[in-house]
């Protein structure tokens, strides 16, 4: 079982920044890749971008140059660094971790609010 704990959402201003942070913890030994999504009101959720074990890298056409995702595989952290925000980017964010076992796990959320 792996636990994802997400942090650092909050309101952010239009052209401004935020960073998430999001933690793991339980069987996370397991993980080899994790990644961001956010879900937006009476939106389906979607992929914001991802990153492996290796530093492979990967992100949506939407936040492609404005958003950076990293990680820290000592402390099995996963960043996601928000520059030049927009208000389309109000949303839900959630990290997901995958398993060598091909099982994904979610954390809870952490809301971003992109307003003025």
């Known amino acids: 079982q792996v636990q994802l704990v997400e942090s650092g959402g909050g309101l952010g201003q239009p052209g401004g920044s935020l960073t998430l942070s999001c933690a793991a913890s339980?069987?996370?030994?397991?993980?080899?890749?994790m990644g961001w999504y956010r879900q937006a009101p009476g939106k389906k959720r979607e992929l914001v971008a991802t990153i492996t074990n290796g530093g492979s890298t990967n992100y949506a056409d939407s936040v492609k140059g404005r958003f950076t995702i990293s990680r820290d595989n000592a402390k099995i952290t996963v960043y996601l660094q928000m520059n030049s925000l927009k208000p389309e980017d109000t949303a839900v964010y959630y990290c997901k971790a995958l398993t060598g076992g091909g099982m994904g796990y979610w954390g809870k959320g952490t809301l971003v609010t992109v307003s003025s």
């Open positions: 339980g069987s996370s030994f397991s993980i080899y890749a």
